[in-house]
């Protein structure tokens, strides 16, 4: 008898942060339109970016940065208030910035900007990525530019890119490294606490690497349906085959193999503490 197995995603919903996009509300063929996860989705939408919930490579991630993390630039002041937003500690424009590090492939689709302006003030966001060699030094491309200014206490939300951006660290042909920073400006003129930062939310999602031109293995020929899964798993170490230069893509797994599957691909198991 023959024996398929599954693997099972099971997600947590966080509703402070993370949250479901306000595309979840879509109805599907056999879904309530107020059930269950729909209806929390709801309840937190206008921050989140839109999309269906999904797990693995569609499912949106928070890269959280509070606003305390940002360093001072420019001779730039700053104290915290008692919701956990800084406020400036001078009157004048402050600058701010802070790296973010994501996997290389990684796709951003846009940030969430946390801020609270009430009165004469503004908090202006920037997304740069820089790029440069050891010999040329960096230059910025600008990814996303916003702001608020307009009184109205506790704002910000969801900001999409113009343009998706994949994230690329490092290119070994050419020797470009790409930095990807935040900035935000705040500018004041009148009470210091009434223009506040909390923080941003960087969001992106995982892909899979495109396919290559030439099969890996002489029985996923480029045109089979998972072949660019495939060779994913094979050009990362995860797989190399069933041996004699083929995949044997119809072959049923064994326990053991799902075993070494998922262990190289989720690099398991490393605790912290004494050595092994």
């Known amino acids: 008898m023959k024996r398929h197995f599954g693997v099972v995603s099971v997600g947590a919903v966080c509703l402070m942060v993370v949250g479901l996009p306000p595309g979840a509300l879509a109805q599907v063929p056999g879904d309530a339109p107020d059930s ?11 921050d989140m970016p839109p999309g269906e919930p999904a797990w693995g490579t569609t499912s949106p991630i928070a890269y959280v940065v509070p606003g305390i993390s940002f360093n001072n630039r420019l001779g730039a002041q700053h104290n915290q208030w008692s919701d956990g937003y800084i406020y400036l500690g001078q009157v004048g424009v402050n600058a701010y910035d802070q790296a973010i590090h994501l996997p290389s492939g990684a ?14 003030g503004e908090v202006d966001l920037a997304f740069n990525r820089w790029t440069g060699t050891t010999s040329t030094g960096f230059s910025p491309t600008l990814l996303l530019s916003d702001a608020a200014n307009e009184t109205g206490g506790y704002q910000g939300g969801y900001h999409p890119l113009p343009s998706t951006e994949t994230i690329r660290n ?6 470009d490294a790409n930095m990807y920073i935040l900035t935000v400006d705040m500018h004041v003129s009148g009470y210091l606490e009434d223009t506040r930062f909390g923080g941003v ?40 085959g069933c041996g004699g230069g083929n995949f044997c893509p119809e072959s049923y797994v064994k326990r053991s193999e799902m075993a070494v599957y998922l262990a190289k691909a989720l690099g398991l198991h490393w605790p912290d503490g004494p050595a092994l």
């Open 107 to 120: 796709v951003v689709d846009g940030v969430t900007l946390y801020c609270f302006v009430n009165g004469v």
């Open 36 to 46: 269950g996860l729909r209806w929390m989705a709801r309840a937190v939408g206008p």
């Open 170 to 175: 490092f290119d070994p042909v050419t020797g």
């Open 201 to 240: 939310v960087v969001w992106y999602r995982l892909q899979i690497s495109p396919a290559p031109a030439s099969a890996t293995f002489s029985d996923v020929p480029t045109g089979y349906w998972a072949f660019r899964h495939i060779e994913a798993l094979a050009a990362s170490g995860i797989t190399a």
